[in-house]
Nanobody, 116 residues
């Protein structure tokens, strides 16, 4: 059983910053990829950023240069530093990890609200 716990969401004014954290616990030998997704009301869930075991990263184009994903392998933790937040970043943010092909887990989600 693997569990993900996200923290760090909240309400912030446009231009502000938030840092999301996600800790994975349970029987985990290695994590191939760790990522953050978001889902705004009435929209599909979308990938925000992902970091692979190699350290390489990918970002959704609208967050490039504003968000930074990082991971601490010793702590099975992934972070998302979000700067220069915009109202359109408002969404529920979900943590996702991939332990292997087709083996993925999701967090419960954390609300991020950016006021204009």
């Amino acid at each position: 059983q693997v569990q993900l716990v996200e923290t760090g969401g909240g309400l912030v004014q446009a231009g502000g910053s938030l840092r999301l954290s996600c800790v994975a616990s349970g029987v985990i030998f290695s994590i191939d990829a760790m990522g953050w997704y978001r889902q705004a009301p009435g929209k599909q869930r979308e990938l925000v950023a992902v970091i692979f075991s190699s350290g390489s990263t990918n970002y959704e184009i609208s967050v490039k240069g504003r968000f930074t994903i990082s991971r601490d392998n010793a702590k099975n933790t992934v972070y998302l530093q979000m700067n220069s937040l915009k109202p359109e970043d408002t969404a529920v943010y979900y943590c996702n990890i991939e332990l292997g092909p087709g083996v993925t887990y999701w967090g419960q989600g954390t609300q991020v609200t950016v006021s204009s």
